[in-house]
């Protein structure tokens, strides 16, 4: 699918589907509707004059509900962006992607995309066939970014709702509103007024082209499992995710990450096979601190910095594609 503008720089679209492309039974209806419906065709068509800011060029990579969205995907999106960006001629790619789970596909290309080129996340809280659908304004403000040359060098972008978000910061905080998504610790990096981009801060976390991970030869990504402290837990399903094969887990903690003293002993069980334990918290923002005694082992246990326990995860996943000692991994999560 081609939108053609000679003097332009080229954007490619990648769509994966979600309320962006989703289709409803009437304008009305601004739920339970069906996400990833709309072709990237029809979703290109749907925003008139999108050709005028640059020449876009689309590709379906899927047409899913994001919590669809698998690990496979993600590996043959982040190649396909790996390939289009050493094109010359690419300035920037933007990806359509459902809401639910963007900030993970965002975070998770932010640490394998080998290029300083943008990166730009869209997604939208309304389908397409809504009354006042805002994606076909993020896609535009999306394409705005794409092309920016503020853009370069920041690692993946998300856009959303006229504002502009790191990867590692951004999160989705709300169900249904259109400002549902938010960088809870940091706050945006820029926003876009009727076609004007703003950057008011940089990103400093190493990303895209300073990381040392790659998805050029990997299969697959190593079992890492996320599990949720409350009062009351015990050690059943920290059992039973080393039982299912994760190399890594990440605690959903109470506060600055702690488990119940039953989550905690389950959880030295698992560190004695081998397994990396990272701790993270359930409140949703602020940094995690070094551990104490009370809490877990010193040394072996490594804390997730500010990350949420999802993107924590995306991080020890890729961590342990290059080792299973437990300092460097924690290297890692206070550089990336
Ligand atoms: C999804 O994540 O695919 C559905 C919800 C959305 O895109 O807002």
Known sequence: MKQDNLHRPTVYLLAT????AGRANSPLQTAGYRPGELSVGELLESVPGLNTLAKIEGEQVCNVASPFITIDIWLRLARRINELLARPEVAGIVVTHGTDSLEETAYFLNLVVKSSKPVIVVGAMRPATSLSPDGPLNLVNAVHVATSPEARNQGVLVVMNDEIYGA????KTH????HTFRSP????????SSGTVTFYRQVLRKHTIDTEFSV???????RVDIIYAYLGADGALVDAAVQ????????AGM???GGTKEQNEALRRAQAQGVIVVRSSRTGS???????DEYLDKGSTVTADNLNPQKARILLALALTRTTDPKRIQRMFTIY
Do not use: F
Request: no cysteine; net charge neutral; charged share 15%.
């Open 17 to 20: 589907g979600g309320t962006i």
């Open 168 to 171: 590692r910061d951004v999160t």
């Open 175 to 178: 169900v249904s509103q259109l």
């Open 185 to 192: 610790d940091l706050g945006a990096l820029g926003s876009i």
């Open 216 to 222: 050029d030869q990997l299969p697959a990504l190593p």
């Open 244 to 251: 299912a094969g994760a190399r890594g887990l990440v605690l």
């Open 255 to 257: 506060g600055q990450g």
């Open 286 to 292: 602020g940094r995690i601190l070094p551990p104490t």
